[in-house]
């Protein structure tokens, strides 16, 4: 478990945990993270509709 970690790391990707930390401090991180969910949410509905389109 220790290697997807340090791979995680290396690339950047920090824990959930250490957003959650500062999304705690940051009512404008807590926007843009609710924000971003939703448009991505609406942007997979788009492509299921567009595909179902076909």
Same mark, same amino acid.
Request: charged share 15%; proline share 2%.
């Given at each position: 478990?220790?290697?997807? #970690?340090?791979?995680? *790391? #290396?690339?950047?990707?920090?824990? #959930?945990?250490?957003?959650?930390?500062? *999304?705690?401090?940051?009512? @404008?991180? @807590? @926007?843009?993270? +609710?924000?971003? +969910?939703?448009? %991505?949410?609406? %942007?997979?509905? %788009?492509? %299921?509709?567009? #595909?179902?389109?076909?």
């Amino acid at each position: 478990m220790d290697v997807i #970690a340090n791979i995680l *790391m #290396a690339l950047g990707l920090v824990p #959930a945990k250490d957003l959650s930390d500062s *999304m705690r401090q940051s009512k @404008t991180l @807590t @926007t843009m993270v +609710i924000v971003g +969910i939703i448009l %991505f949410g609406i %942007f997979i509905l %788009f492509l %299921f509709k567009m #595909a179902g389109a076909l």
